[in-house]
């Protein structure tokens, strides 16, 4: 208990915390993970107070590839013609350090999809793919790649300048893409929402502030 307390002083006083890789916590309809993924990690704990209000700190080697994507997650299982809204607020602390991204992972087509909205980006860090426009949709402005990772088709929508907070227009991402063609009326699985990060050698503090999904 000591070395987790000088590792994660924040994680200490938290409702909930673990340093175990796969470790995870509910509430209300959504699920905080620690997803230690990556080969070559380091330590790694996630707490949380609330599904809004969670964290992590990590410590992973200034190697290249993604160690971890620590992250929120909440099922929405519709398709995206059945939404009327699919919107998401955050607000995040990151460190100005290391390399990262701040980004959501939404999954559809049950896992033949994966679009990421990339928030804010530190360090060495970039999209799969290859650029195929520059869009203005869903309240922000991307550059948007498209490409594959061995598994699955990926949309990347990396924001044209950091922010740290807002709110993102979901529905209309998913409408754009499928306006193009890329699919077609596909089921929403998670919205997730956290911190993909490459490397934080020393140990580095990544906090949610709040963070909320609404639909209709």
């Known amino acids: 208990m000591l070395m987790l307390t000088l590792q994660a002083p924040v994680a200490h006083a938290a409702t909930w915390y673990s340093s175990d890789r796969w470790g995870s916590w509910s509430q209300n309809g959504y699920t905080v993970r620690n997803n230690v993924w990556g080969s070559g990690h380091g330590p790694q704990t996630v707490w949380a107070n609330s599904y809004g209000n969670w964290g992590v700190w990590a410590d992973h080697p200034n190697t290249g590839g993604v160690k971890s994507y620590p992250h929120v997650a909440r099922n929405i299982n519709r398709k995206v013609s059945a ?8 607000d995040v602390r ?14 559809a087509g049950n896992g033949a999809y994966e679009i990421m909205l990339w928030m804010n980006q530190t360090g060495p860090v970039g999209p799969i793919g290859s650029w195929q426009a520059t869009a203005s949709v869903g309240g922000h402005t991307w550059d948007v790649y498209r490409g594959s990772n061995g598994h699955n088709a990926v949309f990347s929508f990396v924001r044209q300048g950091n922010v740290r907070s807002g709110t993102v227009d979901i529905k209309a991402v998913l409408d754009w893409i499928r306006s193009r063609g890329w699919f077609g009326d596909v089921t929403v699985g998670d919205v997730q929402f956290g911190f993909e990060i490459t490397s934080s050698s020393g140990g580095l503090d990544f906090v949610s502030n709040s963070y909320s999904v609404t639909t209709g």
């Open 83 to 90: 939404l009327g809204r699919l919107r998401s607020g955050f």
């Open 94 to 107: 990151v460190p100005g350090s290391g390399a990262y991204a701040t980004a959501y992972d939404i999954w």
